[in-house]
């Protein structure tokens, strides 16, 4: 298995991987009647997306999707048509959307990776990264944000683990949550 591409988050201009997710309202291709599949083994959900926070809004700022149906018309996000290639599948590229989300709950951003704590499957643990940011969210709109850096490298040197990092117990579960961005500090 591999490890999964992650969305991205433009924070303060600067971009961080989105590392967890605890809430509603974040887009995923079937809001906008697309039903993803899989280019290959680092991407099984068949879509990755970035999301901007600007004005203390969250926005969809592009939004990468692959799908089986070749068509002449594929719907417009915002407004923005997608530039299209096939290779197999089509891939759609949507940029410069700019699509405020109504997500409200807890986002989990990351940066700087600890590359001896990589693991070959799933989505990272953001106790793999130095840089890890918690922002808070009201219908698209930020509300609160708290560095954990520092609580995440105390983690690490207690040796703590949010159940990613290694197969614990029941192989199939331990797999799921690999592949899950919920979380729980």
Do not use: C
């Not at 887009?27 to 068949?46: C, E, I, K, M, Q």
């Not at 599948?89 to 709950?105: R, S």
């Not at 690490?156 to 117990?169: A, H, L, N, T, V």
Request: proline share 4%.
């Amino acid at each position: 298995m591999t490890g999964q591409i992650p969305d991205n988050v433009i924070y303060r201009d600067e971009v961080y991987a989105l590392a967890g997710v605890k809430g509603e309202g974040l887009y995923v291709p079937l809001d906008f009647g697309l039903t993803p599949v899989s280019p290959h083994t680092a991407n099984w959900r068949g879509f990755v997306s970035t999301y901007e926070v600007s004005n203390d809004h969250l926005f969809l700022k592009e939004m990468h999707v692959s799908i089986k149906e070749k068509s002449d018309i594929y719907p417009d996000i915002n407004g923005i048509k997608p530039e299209s290639k096939i290779e197999g599948i089509v891939h759609l590229d949507y940029k410069g959307i700019n699509f405020k989300t109504n997500f409200t709950g807890k986002i989990i951003i990351v940066k700087d990776f600890i590359d001896s704590m990589y693991v070959h499957m799933g989505f990272q643990s953001p106790l793999s990264f130095r840089k890890v940011i918690e922002l808070e969210f009201k219908e698209g709109d930020l509300i609160s944000k708290k560095d954990l850096s520092d609580k995440i490298q105390k983690y690490r040197k207690k040796d703590y683990s949010d159940g990613k990092i290694k197969p614990e117990g029941d192989l199939m579960k331990w797999i799921d949550r690999t592949f899950s961005l919920d979380y729980d500090l």
